[in-house]
């Protein structure tokens, strides 16, 4: 009889075992499925595309600066150049394609005279 018992104790230890594994089931299927809605958000996906883009553009362009070169653009060698040269081209017909000239050209000089300034700034450091 006390087998029995025994017996009962531990199916009912099983059945509490498995209703709260079937719990913890169904709250992560519950978050898995908020988690896909946050990621399929407009903002999420331009978000994820942007941060790809730019890893994808530091992977290219990161093998073609050396280490050890000095200045702002002392890293670049010829050959590296060369194999930016297509990147620029195609930039270049984009902004001539969407006539974007003017804007790109005054965007170049106030981003050149914030680099003369903060080249400025450091040096007096």
């Known amino acids: 009889m006390s087998n029995k018992h025994e ?3 531990a199916l009912a230890a099983d059945k ?3 209703i709260r594994e ?7 299927v519950v978050h898995s499925k ?3 809605g946050q990621a399929l958000q407009p ?6 595309a942007v941060d790809h883009a730019v890893a994808l553009a530091q992977a290219r362009l990161g093998g073609l600066l050396q280490p050890g070169g000095g200045g702002l653009l002392g890293g670049l060698n ?4 060369r194999s930016l040269l297509p990147y620029a081209l195609t930039v270049g017909s984009f902004i001539a ?5 003017k804007p790109v050209l005054v ?3 106030v981003a050149g005279a914030g680099v003369a300034w903060l080249m400025r700034h450091q040096r007096s450091e």
């Open 7 to 9: 017996d009962d104790a």
């Open 16 to 18: 509490q075992r498995l």
């Open 22 to 28: 079937g719990e913890l089931l169904r709250i992560k």
């Open 34 to 36: 908020a988690l896909v």
């Open 43 to 48: 903002d999420a996906l331009m978000h994820g």
């Open 78 to 81: 010829l050959k590296s150049l």
């Open 97 to 101: 394609r969407k006539r974007l000239i």
């Open 107 to 109: 965007l170049t000089a």
